[in-house]
Every structure is written in C-alpha cells, then in structure tokens.
C-alpha cells in the first residue's frame, strides 16, 4: 500500500488537488468527497497504483468553505 500527500484548495466553485509526491497528478471536483475519490482515480491510473492511501491537507480557502 503506497501513502501520497495531497494537498486541497478552492478555485471558484471547484476544489482542486495535487499530489505533492507526483506533481503530475492533480484533479478537481465539486466537493471535497468527489475530489478526494477523484485523485485515488489518478493516481490508479498513472502510476498504476491499487488503494494509494492520502494524507489530505486543505489550504486555508478550502478551509473557508465550512466556517
């Protein structure tokens, strides 16, 4: 099982994330959940990992949206 930090933040009425270990890897979605799952779904896909586990940190804008 391979662990990747990702890191959250609000763009307009999206949230977007990027994989610090794999700057390439980065997603969107309209909710936290939806991205989360989507970038599981990248990482699958491009480094053809199976289950990677994330360590989510949301940046202070994303943070905002639940205040």
């Given at each position: 099982?391979?662990?990747?930090?990702?890191?959250?933040?609000?763009?307009?009425?999206?949230?977007?994330?990027?994989c610090?270990?794999?700057?390439?890897?980065?997603?969107?979605?309209?909710?936290?959940?939806?991205?989360?799952?989507?970038?599981?779904?990248?990482?699958?896909?491009?480094?053809?990992?199976?289950h990677?586990?994330?360590?989510?940190?949301?940046?202070?804008?994303a943070?905002?949206?639940?205040?």
């Amino acid at each position: 099982m391979e662990y990747f930090t990702v890191e959250i933040q609000r763009d307009g009425n999206f949230f977007v994330a990027q994989c610090v270990e794999e700057e390439s890897c980065f997603t969107q979605g309209k909710t936290l959940q939806e991205t989360i799952r989507n970038m599981r779904e990248v990482l699958e896909l491009m480094l053809d990992v199976k289950h990677p586990q994330l360590e989510v940190h949301l940046r202070h804008d994303a943070v905002e949206v639940f205040a």
